[in-house]
């Protein structure tokens, strides 16, 4: 089957720095990739979704500048997270799709948490 | 906006018990509806889906019916396993926007 990895797992970086998050499509092109973000207790959240070769499209209330999409290949997408502090403390996952990105399409990684001291 | 309510984890079940995962919705227009497994350490899996009310989804001795009149999609099987312990993500898509889930239901199961 899809298989989606992330990389790394966790991470833990001071406040102030950047992380960078990759994840990658295994067996499969993915013309469109999802980020999403989820808090302890809560529902996953979609972030932004991106597309080989183009800028990634945010969701209301996602800031641009700090959480970096780049959608170079068509197995690779990554996200950077800039100037990190403790309140972006989180699970990050991503999801990959083949086609239009209908919800039964995605392949989901086993997501990235990152811890902000 | 649209939204998705699934029941507060977790669940403990011994091996064999009957499972019920809850999950409403509210959504304007005919949404299609998932319910998603995450095992440790991997990522989301699609377990089975509804596209139309009172339309069964199935998969791996689960099944959830969709329920328009209720708003609700709850996940049910009839005898777990051990090996069913994970978390449970009831998901709700309308085309053109993007997937909504709930907040996930951590099952546990024991021998």
């Known amino acids: 089957g899809a298989v989606v990895s992330q990389h790394p797992s966790w991470v833990i970086c001071k406040s102030g720095t950047s992380v960078k998050i990759e994840c990658r499509s295994l067996d499969f092109q993915a013309t469109t990739m999802f980020w999403y973000r989820q808090f302890p207790k809560q529902s996953l959240m979609l972030m932004a979704t991106s597309n080989e070769g183009s800028k990634a499209t945010y969701e209301q209330g996602v800031e641009k500048d700090k959480f970096l999409i780049n959608h170079a290949s068509l197995t690779l997408s990554t996200l950077t997270v800039t100037s990190a502090h403790p309140e972006d403390s989180s699970f990050y996952i991503c999801?990959?799709?083949?086609?239009?990105?209908?919800?039964?399409?995605?392949?989901f990684g086993p997501g990235t948490r990152l811890t902000v001291l | 906006g649209d939204s998705v309510t699934q029941m507060e984890g977790p669940v403990t079940l011994s091996e064999e018990a009957f499972l019920t995962i809850n999950c409403t919705y509210t959504a304007t227009g005919y949404p299609s509806l998932f319910w998603y497994v995450q095992y440790p350490g991997e990522g989301l899996q699609l377990l089975l889906k509804a596209t139309k009310a009172d339309d069964k989804g199935s998969n791996k001795g689960f099944e959830a019916t969709y329920r328009k009149e209720t708003t609700s999609f709850h996940l049910e099987k009839g005898s777990v396993q051990v090996s069913d312990s994970a978390v449970y993500f009831c998901?709700?898509?309308?085309?053109?926007?993007?997937?909504?889930f709930g907040k996930g239901t951590t099952l546990s199961v024991s021998s």
């Open positions: 999801s990959a799709s083949q086609g239009s990105g209908g919800a039964d399409t995605q392949y």
């Open positions: 998901a709700l898509y309308q085309a053109g926007t993007a997937l909504i």
